[in-house]
């Protein structure tokens, strides 16, 4: 059984006295282990979707299931606390906090604290080998060094599914093929189902199978 799938999801947004479809009736599946990068032109619906999948927007019909239960009958936070690791575009780190301090933020909304999340932290900053950044502030890190901060972030509290938005947008050449090979390794050792929202062509070599999207709708 697909640890992610949805069926027949939909989501309108009121402009003024319009409605305006952005979804229309999307069927998706995910599997342990399985990386899907999910292509499409901007505006196609892409991070709608993917921001449905990671619990963040609800749609307006259809259903989400995650681990074999509907999400509707859980609590949103629970979800994503237990459930989905997000790695987003813009990073979003705090800037006050170092790499280490970030991904411990993360691990205590997930309800791990103290020792524990100090250990849970230091093993996936070094996973990402930033095991000797793990004291700089986001401003004294480059841009491949904050991603990977938000990769750790992501991955730590061991979620089954991660959910990634353009993660190698910022990024060079170089140190974006490290960023995917990093993914392709955990999703593969680790077992977890990864989605990658993407308009970059490298994120094929690493997929098991790419998904369009275009005017709202899979392809």
């Known amino acids: 059984m697909a640890i ?5 999801i939909e989501k309108h947004f009121q402009e003024g006295r319009e409605v305006v479809p952005v979804l ?4 998706f599946d995910v599997d342990r282990g399985e990386i899907v990068a ?7 619906g892409k991070t709608t979707f993917l921001s449905i999948l990671g619990c963040i927007l609800t749609p307006t019909s259809g259903e989400v299931v995650i681990e074999g239960t509907p999400v509707h009958e859980k609590r949103l936070a ?8 997000f790695v987003f575009q ?3 780190l705090f800037p006050s ?4 301090e970030n991904v411990e933020y993360a691990l205590n ?3 791990i604290k103290n020792r524990d999340a100090r250990v849970e932290a230091e093993r996936v900053i070094e996973a990402v080998g930033l095991g000797d950044r ?3 502030l986001p401003r004294e890190l480059s841009g491949g060094q904050k991603q990977r901060v938000a990769i750790a972030r992501a991955l730590a509290g061991s979620a089954p599914i991660l959910l990634a938005d353009e993660p190698t947008a910022n990024l060079d050449t170089q140190v974006g093929t490290q960023v995917l090979e990093l993914f392709r390794a955990l999703a593969k050792q680790e077992n977890r189902a990864l989605v990658i929202v993407t308009h970059d062509p490298k994120v094929r070599t690493i997929a098991d199978r790419v998904v369009k999207i275009q005017d709202g709708a899979l392809v």
């Open 24 to 27: 229309k009736g999307i069927d």
């Open 4 to 8: 992610l799938h949805t069926r027949s």
């Open 38 to 44: 999910l292509e499409g032109p901007s505006g196609s």
């Open 109 to 111: 909304v997930k309800g």
């Open 78 to 85: 629970e979800v994503r606390r237990r459930s989905l690791g």
């Open 90 to 92: 813009q990073f979003n």
């Open 134 to 136: 793990q004291h700089f």
């Open 97 to 100: 906090l170092t790499a280490l």
